[in-house]
């Protein structure tokens, strides 16, 4: 009798132990899964900001043509020499700096002189 209460308790500790090993694993695959779903998402975040920032670039690029065209127009109408004063207006010796100065106005941050 005393040998079965024996066997029993053993197998009772044994069921116990097997219940905290599945706990204790679901518990560390949700914090896993947890960890997984963040990283997608700031992964979603960082690949959302490069795809508006390549849009605003590409929106800048087509807006800086446009401006140019009707600078070389209105220039053209007035009989002035178009390359030399295109070639004054057009800034693209440090086309990184146009860029940044872009961004910096889109997110309402001040302009650096």
């Not at 706990?23 to 947890?34: I, Q, V, Y």
């Not at 670039?57 to 140019?68: L, P």
């Amino acid at each position: 009798s005393s040998l079965e209460q024996m066997q029993m308790t053993g197998i009772v500790k044994q069921n116990s132990n097997d219940d905290r090993s599945r706990s204790h694993s679901l518990r560390r695959r949700n914090a896993n899964n947890r960890e997984i779903n963040r990283t997608r998402d700031n992964l979603s975040i960082t690949n959302a900001l490069s795809v508006l920032t390549d849009m605003v670039i590409e929106n800048q690029q087509r807006q800086q043509v446009r401006e140019m065209d009707d600078l070389r127009r209105r220039m053209l109408l007035k009989g002035k020499r178009s390359d030399v004063m295109l070639a004054r207006a057009q800034d693209d010796s440090n086309p990184d700096q146009n860029i940044l100065l872009l961004l910096r106005r889109v997110l309402g941050y001040p302009e650096e002189n």
